[in-house]
């Protein structure tokens, strides 16, 4: 069964930088384009990054342009994301997200997430 | 950026009832439409895709429906596993939306 596993989030100060992983299993991960999504506390769901399956395409909500980079390596079955210049306002779950097909925007399978904190 | 609206946001039901949650978009989107429940500390759960397809494994107390810039979600015979926080997902481009969640209480 698909599984996801995210990994690398914890307290971090404001202006820091923090690189999120996602490790899959279950499927073949090299098929599918995938997704970070995140929830600040207490909050709704907001998608930050897609990545098609084969890395050639990525798109990125408009609020993180330019900090945030999502990447993949298919030969490791993990995706990533890579968080520059953290604010305050990135403190949420992080979850890493199975998109239906190659870059759909379809979402069917998610990690537990990783909480992000960020605080001085 | 397609915006999503879901009403209400909060819904108080009993265990049995029927319940609908509606779900607009600012703009149309086919049938490019998804649900999801989340339960608190959990990761959100599909429900529902194309508006009204059946995600393998979800009971048929779950059913969706609409198409265009209105949708619903109805849940028959709640149980108490059913109590939680639902999500309206646009998926016609990115970047990808959600509304901002109905969150589902027991009565």
Redesign the interface.
């Known amino acids: 069964q698909v599984h996801l596993v995210e990994s690398g989030g914890g307290v971090v100060q404001p202006g820091r930088s923090l690189r999120l992983s996602c490790a899959a299993s279950g499927f073949t991960f090299s098929n599918y384009g995938m997704h970070w999504v995140r929830q600040a506390p207490g909050k709704g769901l907001e998608s930050m990054a897609v990545i098609s399956y084969d890395g050639s395409n990525e798109y990125y909500v408009d609020s993180v342009k330019g900090r945030f980079t999502i990447s993949r390596d298919n030969s490791k079955n993990t995706l990533y994301l890579q968080i520059n210049s953290l604010r305050a306002e990135d403190t949420a779950v992080y979850y890493c997200a199975k998109d239906f097909g190659t870059y759909s925007g379809l979402l069917d399978y998610w990690g537990q997430g990783t909480l992000v904190t960020v605080s001085s | 950026?397609i915006q999503m609206t879901q009403s209400p946001s909060s819904l108080s039901a009993s265990v049995g009832d029927r319940v609908t949650i509606t779900c607009r978009a600012s703009r149309g989107l086919n049938n490019?439409l998804?649900w999801?429940q989340?339960k608190p500390g959990?990761?959100?759960?599909?429900l529902i895709?194309a508006a009204s397809s059946l995600?393998s494994g979800v009971p048929s107390k779950f059913s969706g429906s609409g198409s265009g810039t209105e949708f619903t979600l109805t849940i028959s015979s709640l149980q108490p596993e059913d109590f939680a926080t639902y999500?309206c997902?646009q998926?016609?481009?990115?970047?990808?939306?959600?509304?901002?969640?109905t969150r589902l209480e027991i009565k």
Do not use: E, L, N, R
């Open positions: 950026d490019f998804a999801f989340q959990k990761a959100p759960k599909s895709y995600q999500y997902q998926y016609i481009g990115f970047p990808i939306t959600f509304g901002q969640g």
